[in-house]
């Protein structure tokens, strides 16, 4: 069965720097989405950026990227000029494309500070 | 377009009791999901339709709970004899079925249950 874990639950930021949020996944497939996806507090879940599994080229949205690496199963979320706004929870989430199951696996999420 | 829309947003009720909640998703979407969140954590599988089709049912989803997707539009999921510890959030999600194209699941505010 996959896994997606987060090892982080918290982590600090101050404004206008940079931070990384880590994801690990454990999967025998070898086509899959990855996801991080942002949750507010009392606000209902965004979606950050997504990213192709058979994709080499690491997915960017303004100022988040990730670091895609396929063979060490790691995904980590780099959030570039941190803003107060970015203060949320982060999931990290797979799902499956072509084995028949299409549910999203998430982890256990960050926590993200920005302090000002 | 107003997104996945769930009703009610808060549900309080008395332990033993039965409740049913409802999410209405983008309309188009093919792909209905519902998990459940609990605090600090990160959203836990429920189950999931294709359609009007209930494809895939979590092991861990006692037989209190039920879903249904009658016309492939909106959904029910239902939670008979309530407990204690089926106090949590309750999200419910759409996807497009669209091969090749954008595959995030877009999710509603969520229900949060409180049983007393």
């Known amino acids: 069965a996959q896994t997606v874990t987060q090892s982080q639950p918290e982590m600090s930021v101050q404004e206008a720097e940079t931070v990384t949020l880590s994801c690990t996944y454990d999967t025998s497939e070898s086509d899959y989405y990855l996801f991080w996806y942002k949750q507010p507090p009392s606000r209902q879940m965004i979606l950050v950026i997504r990213q192709e599994a058979y994709k080499q080229q690491n997915a960017t949205e303004n100022r988040f990227s990730v670091n895609f690496q396929k063979a060490a199963k790691s995904f980590s979320l780099k959030i570039s000029d941190s803003q107060l706004g970015d203060a949320a929870m982060y999931f990290c989430a797979y799902r499956s494309e072509g084995s028949g199951t299409y549910k999203y696996i998430f982890g256990t999420g960050t926590r993200l500070k920005v302090l000002a | 377009d107003t997104g996945v829309s769930q009703d009610p947003r808060h549900k309080i009720t008395k332990r033993g009791q039965n409740v049913t909640f409802r999410c209405d998703p983008i309309s188009e979407h093919n792909r209905l999901y519902w998990y459940r969140q609990t605090l600090g954590q990160g959203p836990e599988f429920l189950t999931y339709f294709q359609n009007e089709a209930q494809l895939e049912k979590s092991r861990l989803l006692s037989d209190r709970f039920s879903a249904e997707r009658p016309k492939g539009s909106f959904s029910t999921l239902e939670i008979q004899r309530t407990e204690q510890g089926d106090s949590a959030m309750y999200l419910c999600?759409?996807?497009?079925?669209?091969?090749?194209?954008?595959?995030?699941?877009?999710f509603g505010q969520g229900t949060r249950l409180t049983v007393v």
């Open positions: 999600a759409s996807s497009s079925l669209r091969q090749g194209g954008n595959t995030e699941a877009f």
